[in-house]
C-alpha cells in the first residue's frame, strides 16, 4: 500500500472481522512521516482460509486535522515452492539447508531459507508471488553445493515462479556427495605422479 500524510502520524491498519467476535487476523502500528509518499508491504497468516466478514482497516484517530491519501491498496495471497533433496543413491537427505533468493532490482538476494525434514522435504510457505532461484547447501559438508536444476552458481540458476496463492510442487534436488583427497581415484596418468631415489651424501 502507498501513504501519505500532511503531518506526521501513527495509524494501525488492520486486517480483521467487521463484526463479533471481532477477530484481528493482523495489525501494523504504521508512523508516517510528514509529506512523503512511501510504500509499505507486509506478510501475514490468516487463520483462516477464507472470511466474508473481514476486511481492511485503518484506524486514523487522535490528529488535530489530519489530511491522509491511502492508495494502491492491494492484499495478494502467497505462494510456495516444496519438493525433496536427495543423495545420487536416491537417498532423502535430512538439515539440507534451503535459500530462496529473489531479485531486488540489482542483484540476487537471500530472501529466506528452511531446513529439509527427516524425509528430506522442504517448504517456503510464504512467498509474494515473484521469480525465485534456489540454492542447496549441507551444513555438514557431506554433499556440494548446488543450485535448483544441478547448477554450480546463482547467476546461471534457473527460476522457479511463484503464483498468488499456488505452491510449486516437485521442485527437487540431487547432491552429489564431496569427494575427500582419501577417497580420490588413483591417477592413472603417470607424467602426473612423482617418482625419485633419495640417497645420502
Known amino acids: ?35 512523503q509518499v512511501k510504500v509499505y ?48 543413491s536416491r537417498v532423502a537427505l535430512p538439515n539440507i539447508r534451503v535459500t530462496a533468493y529473489g531479485w531486488n532490482g540489482s542483484a540476487w538476494r537471500a530472501v ?18 515473484d521469480q525465485y532461484r534456489l540454492r542447496y547447501y549441507d551444513p555438514a559438508a557431506r554433499y556440494r ?15 522457479v515462479a511463484v503464483s498468488a496463492g499456488a505452491t510449486r510442487n516437485n521442485i527437487n534436488a540431487v547432491l552429489a556427495a564431496v569427494v575427500t583427497s582419501a577417497a580420490a581415484p588413483a591417477a592413472t596418468d603417470e607424467a602426473q605422479v612423482p617418482t625419485g631415489r633419495v640417497v645420502d651424501a
Not at 529466506?112 to 508471488?129: D, E, H, Q
Not at 553445493?145 to 527460476?159: D, G, H, R
Request: aromatic fraction near 10%.
Open 1 to 35: 500500500m502507498q501513504l501519505w500524510s500532511q503531518q506526521a502520524a501513527t495509524i494501525k491498519a488492520i486486517v480483521g472481522q467487521s463484526q463479533a467476535p471481532w477477530t484481528n487476523y493482523w495489525n501494523q502500528i504504521i508512523n508516517l512521516p510528514v509529506d
Open 112 to 129: 529466506t531459507s528452511v531446513n529439509t525434514n527427516s524425509t528430506g522435504r522442504y517448504l517456503f510457505n510464504s512467498l509474494p508471488p
Open 41 to 88: 508491504s507486509y506478510d501475514f497468516t490468516m487463520t483462516n482460509a477464507t472470511d466474508a466478514n473481514s476486511g481492511l482497516y485503518f484506524h486514523v484517530g487522535g490528529h488535530s486535522s489530519p489530511v491522509l491519501c491511502i492508495d494502491k491498496v492491494e492484499l495478494i495471497p502467497l505462494g510456495g515452492i516444496t519438493g525433496v533433496v536427495r543423495n545420487s
Open 145 to 159: 553445493t548446488e543450485f535448483y536444476n544441478n547448477v554450480s552458481t546463482l547467476a546461471t540458476a534457473p527460476t
